[in-house]
């Protein structure tokens, strides 16, 4: 079974960046659609960013202009890239697939953005 650890979150100012990174066990990046999900407390989790197979990407209304998904193929590694931080944008950020089965749900990363 592929595991993902999700990383690089932590305490951020409004305005400011941060980049998450996902790094799976197996090549899965290259045959899967991957997206980036994130939950608010109190809320539901909810797709943010994903990325097709062939490198296509999306975005919620809420992150476009804001954020980036990317990924390494050699490296099993997706990355999101996150700017102009809002208070709004707090959260515990997954990666899985976009469609399911999904892969077990790792920890998560937290991303706090407050002053």
């Known amino acids: 079974q592929v595991q993902l650890v999700e990383s690089g979150g932590g305490l951020v100012q409004p305005g400011g960046s941060v980049r998450l990174s996902c790094a799976a066990s197996?090549?899965?990046?290259?045959?899967?659609?991957m997206g980036w999900y994130r939950q608010a407390p109190g809320k539901q989790r909810e797709l943010i960013a994903s990325i097709s197979s062939g490198g296509s990407t999306w975005y919620t209304d809420s992150v476009r202009g804001r954020f980036t998904i990317s990924r390494d193929i050699a490296k099993n590694t997706m990355y999101l890239q996150m700017n102009s931080l809002k208070p709004e944008d707090t959260a515990v950020y997954f990666c899985n697939k976009l469609i399911p089965p999904y892969y077990y749900w790792g920890q998560g990363t937290q991303v706090t953005v407050s002053s």
């Open positions: 197996g090549s899965i990046f290259s045959i899967n659609a």
